[in-house]
């Protein structure tokens, strides 16, 4: 029986070699594979990885243009809703107008008024001027009176109570004088170094004047850019206070990528790095091409609703994420245009420099710019119907609508 088991056990010997033989040359090769794969990734790291730096915590950031009404009042018409696009000028929300046209008549009969009242005041000064060479010439009269009377007074020619008459004569012609040359000071006071158009009373009305068409011209909201509608919460019959929130316009062309990079990334990114953008809206097909325009002055969380307590000892700390603001090439936006608030990955390129210029955007509006001129052409036009030829206050009467012609001129608006 032994000597089976002793043949069985000599012919197993150098099966089981063969087996670790080839265990261990896997292991070799697997050893190797390895070794050859940390070799290649630590070249893919040294020759090009080490030169970009990553997120994929990139947003599409832009301009979101609030819209709300300078005045209060009823809304009677809503020209345009969500997702339509609206041009600069155009009319978005019309507003009731009659509390603001008689508010405007109002304004404009107490500027007629003020013009003729300040006319009156002007003239007045040669009414008074007359009343004192009056007043002078029967004072010189009642004095040359009483010279008579007192070389008459020693011959007897003259009684006493004559005498003390021509006294009492002069002394109210004198009186009458003082009190004529005060009057025409006092008048001139409120004349002196101005006109009827540059008149403080006239001025006073001519600022009520442009007030209220400034509130009557407001009635009408307008879009103050080019743009998306969006938000929209106003409705037609709502009643609105001045400076409430009624839309919002989104300005496309204004857009940029929000990249919230880890601070240790943040070591060797700086402004005027190359970065290329890919959004999930359109995935790798298309690639965007910016630029790092700036970096925010804080972490997001020291920005946040509720910032964390740091100083407190219940807190974890965290890896903290810088926003770097990534401007884009307009017209790679413009031919693949991007929403608010997409999702993106942005890779910044360490060793060079972009070709990409950011664009320089002016954030203002010209809108405005010419109710002021059109006010200015209604109290001109108030001022020279009711002037007449004394806008000058006594002066050239063109010295008034030379001063006028200086402000700038735009038909009026009814």
């Given at each position: 029986?032994?000597?089976?088991?002793s043949t069985?056990?000599?012919?197993?010997?150098p099966?089981?070699?063969?087996?670790?033989?080839?265990?261990?040359?896997?292991?070799?090769?697997l050893?190797?594979?390895i070794?050859?794969?940390?070799?290649?990734?630590?070249?893919?790291?040294?020759?090009?990885?080490?030169?970009?730096?990553?997120?994929?915590?990139?947003?599409?950031?832009?301009?979101?243009?609030?819209?709300?009404?300078q005045?209060?009042?009823?809304?009677?018409?809503?020209?345009?809703?969500?997702?339509?696009?609206?041009?600069?000028?155009?009319?978005?929300?019309?507003?009731?107008a009659?509390?603001a046209q008689?508010?405007?008549?109002?304004?404009?009969?107490?500027l007629?008024?003020?013009?003729?009242?300040?006319?009156?005041v002007?003239?007045n000064?040669?009414?008074?001027?007359?009343a004192?060479?009056?007043?002078?010439?029967?004072?010189?009269?009642a004095?040359?009176?009483?010279?008579?009377?007192?070389g008459?007074?020693?011959?007897g020619a003259?009684s006493?109570e004559?005498?003390?008459?021509?006294?009492?004569?002069?002394?109210?012609?004198?009186?009458?004088?003082?009190?004529?040359r005060?009057?025409?000071?006092?008048?001139?006071?409120?004349?002196?170094?101005?006109?009827?158009?540059?008149?403080?009373?006239?001025?006073?009305?001519?600022?009520?004047?442009?007030?209220?068409?400034?509130?009557?011209?407001?009635?009408?909201?307008?879009?103050?850019?080019?743009?998306?509608?969006?938000?929209?919460?106003?409705?037609?019959g709502?009643?609105?206070?001045a400076?409430?929130?009624?839309m919002?316009?989104?300005?496309?062309e204004?857009?940029?990528?929000?990249?919230?990079?880890?601070?240790?990334?943040?070591k060797?990114?700086?402004?005027?790095?190359?970065?290329?953008?890919?959004a999930?809206a359109?995935?790798?097909?298309?690639?965007y091409?910016?630029?790092?325009?700036?970096?925010?002055?804080g972490?997001?969380?020291?920005?946040?609703?509720?910032?964390?307590?740091?100083?407190?000892?219940?807190?974890?700390?965290?890896v903290?994420?810088?926003p770097?603001r990534?401007?884009?090439d307009?017209?790679?936006?413009?031919?693949?245009?991007?929403?608010?608030?997409?999702s993106?990955?942005?890779?910044?390129?360490l060793?060079?420099?972009?070709?990409v210029?950011?664009?320089?955007?002016?954030?203002?509006?010209?809108?405005?710019?010419?109710?002021?001129?059109?006010?200015?052409?209604?109290?001109?036009?108030?001022?020279?119907?009711n002037?007449?030829s004394a806008?000058?206050?006594?002066?050239?009467?063109d010295?008034?609508?030379?001063?006028?012609?200086?402000?700038?001129?735009?038909?009026?608006?009814?």
């Amino acid at each position: 029986m032994s000597a089976p088991n002793s043949t069985e056990q000599t012919a197993a010997a150098p099966s089981n070699g063969n087996g670790n033989g080839k265990r261990k040359r896997q292991l070799i090769v697997l050893t190797l594979l390895i070794l050859a794969i940390a070799v290649l990734l630590f070249l893919y790291w040294f020759l090009h990885a080490r030169f970009f730096e990553e997120t994929d915590d990139a947003y599409v950031g832009g301009n979101v243009v609030q819209i709300s009404s300078q005045v209060g009042g009823t809304v009677t018409a809503v020209k345009t809703d969500d997702t339509q696009i609206v041009q600069v000028g155009q009319s978005l929300v019309t507003l009731d107008a009659a509390d603001a046209q008689v508010a405007m008549a109002q304004a404009e009969a107490a500027l007629a008024q003020a013009v003729r009242q300040t006319r009156q005041v002007f003239l007045n000064n040669d009414n008074l001027e007359a009343a004192v060479v009056t007043a002078q010439t029967n004072l010189e009269r009642a004095q040359e009176d009483l010279r008579r009377r007192q070389g008459g007074i020693a011959a007897g020619a003259v009684s006493q109570e004559d005498l003390t008459h021509a006294q009492d004569v002069a002394k109210t012609a004198a009186a009458a004088l003082k009190q004529a040359r005060t009057a025409l000071s006092a008048n001139r006071a409120l004349t002196d170094k101005t006109s009827v158009t540059e008149h403080p009373n006239v001025q006073q009305a001519a600022a009520q004047v442009r007030n209220a068409y400034l509130n009557f011209s407001r009635v009408n909201v307008s879009a103050p850019i080019t743009g998306f509608v969006s938000k929209r919460s106003v409705q037609v019959g709502q009643r609105i206070a001045a400076g409430a929130p009624l839309m919002a316009i989104v300005p496309l062309e204004q857009i940029w990528i929000d990249a919230n990079f880890k601070e240790s990334q943040l070591k060797h990114i700086h402004i005027g790095q190359a970065v290329e953008v890919i959004a999930d809206a359109y995935g790798s097909d298309v690639t965007y091409h910016g630029v790092v325009q700036g970096f925010s002055a804080g972490t997001g969380s020291a920005f946040s609703l509720l910032p964390a307590q740091n100083a407190t000892g219940n807190w974890i700390k965290v890896v903290q994420r810088v926003p770097v603001r990534v401007a884009l090439d307009p017209k790679e936006v413009q031919a693949h245009p991007l929403r608010i608030g997409l999702s993106t990955t942005a890779t910044v390129d360490l060793r060079s420099e972009s070709q990409v210029k950011p664009v320089v955007i002016n954030y203002q509006t010209d809108i405005y710019k010419d109710l002021n001129a059109q006010a200015d052409a209604v109290v001109r036009r108030i001022i020279s119907q009711n002037a007449g030829s004394a806008a000058g206050g006594g002066d050239n009467p063109d010295n008034a609508s030379m001063k006028q012609e200086r402000r700038p001129a735009a038909a009026p608006r009814t």
